[in-house]
């Protein structure tokens, strides 16, 4: 039996404070033994690079991000975005920044070009500061002390995901069995 093709990239920008999240993350889980077929990489800024990683076959990919979303500073979340959106997607909004990263442009892009995008996860963390305009190096002591949480979350999403897909292919009906 195959294991499922798990892709998780780590985004963000090391240079602005806690949108350096996903790639510490990803830092991380670099040096952790993983299931065979899982892929960690640092996209960091690379939306291009991201999009065409996204291109590839894989049955889940996990994004790990800085995540405003109003919570305490530290609140890791863990989400399945809501890609019908992107079905819809102007041209404006497909349009990847070359030196900049936001994942549902890449998304977008991706889909447009016909990319199958089986299934998104994103782990995402309530940043305290995106640094000042001349940057920031380094996470905020809320988001680092978050870090290790998000690594246990990818680390039990990976083996649920593992675990569904041995559930699946072990119910599935072997093909000698068909009449």
């Known amino acids: 039996m195959t ?3 798990i892709l998780i990239a780590g985004v963000g920008n090391i240079f602005m404070g806690d949108d350096a999240f996903g790639v510490e993350v990803v830092r ?3 040096t952790r033994k993983l299931p065979d077929g899982v892929r960690v990489g640092d996209f960091g800024i690379r939306g291009f690079d991201l999009g065409y990683a996204l291109m590839e076959d894989q049955d889940v990919t996990i994004l790990i991000d800085a995540t405003p979303r109003g919570g305490e500073p530290g609140t890791i979340y863990a989400i399945e975005p809501d890609l019908s959106e ?3 997607a102007t041209i404006d909004q497909m349009a990847v920044e070359p030196h900049g990263m936001n994942p549902m442009k ?3 892009m991706v889909k447009s070009m016909d990319g199958d995008l089986k299934r998104i996860l ?4 309530e940043p305290a500061t995106l640094g000042p305009e001349e940057g920031l190096m380094g ?3 809320p988001v680092e002390a978050a870090v290790d949480e998000a690594v246990a979350i990818v680390e039990s999403l990976v083996a649920r995901i593992v675990g569904e897909h041995r559930t699946m292919a072990s119910t599935a009906i072997p093909k000698s069995g068909i009449a």
Not at 122 to 125: E, H, I, K, M, Q
């Open 3 to 5: 294991q499922p093709s």
């Open 28 to 30: 991380r889980l670099s």
């Open 86 to 88: 992107l079905e819809s």
């Open 106 to 108: 890449v998304l977008a």
């Open 122 to 125: 994103l782990v995402g963390c």
């Open 139 to 141: 996470l905020s002591e």
